[in-house]
């Protein structure tokens, strides 16, 4: 996992719940990094894993829900560093719709060894999208925080339906109908 990942997740945590929680919750882990994480770097997963469980439970916040949180957090960090990106589109959908064949690919030419989840368009229509995500990591909380955060950015809203596929969230259908 790549470490701006970890960089900003660590940042998030500080903002919400102090510098204490940062270091309670590496402290708490078994880190092969110690902790000590480079935007460029590349990490394990189970880092992270380990990160946001001690968090919930300290916190007494849901996974889901802490990764709903950091997933509009980062939303700030692609409209930072990749304002182009975003320009290229004029509606979420549109969007949304391009993550597997644009966004991603865009992606891999800054971080190539970059672990990204895979998304496939089901049905696409002027207003609504269903897609599937798939992914070992199960993050799909995360993808929904950025997909809130893209309808904002656009000054839009909608109904986005989160079903699992795989009860253990590896698989994953989002419904997307725009307001």
Partial sequence: MKGIVFTEFLDLVEEKFGIEMVDDIISNST?????VYT???TYSFSEMLQLVSH???KSKISIDDLLLIYGEHFFSVIER??????????DPIEMLS???N?????VRKIY????LPTFIVQEKKENSLIMIYKSNRAMHHFGLG????TFQHFKSTAEIILEKIKEDGTEVRFIINKN
């Fill in 112 to 115: 190539p060894d970059a672990e």
């Fill in 55 to 57: 968090l919930s439970s």
């Fill in 31 to 35: 880190l092969a990094s110690e902790g």
């Fill in 98 to 100: 391009s993550i597997e």
């Fill in 146 to 149: 950025l997909m809130n955060k």
């Fill in 102 to 106: 644009h966004i991603h690919v865009e």
């Fill in 39 to 41: 935007s460029i770097g």
């Fill in 81 to 90: 560093s990749y304002p182009g990106l975003l320009a290229t589109y004029n």
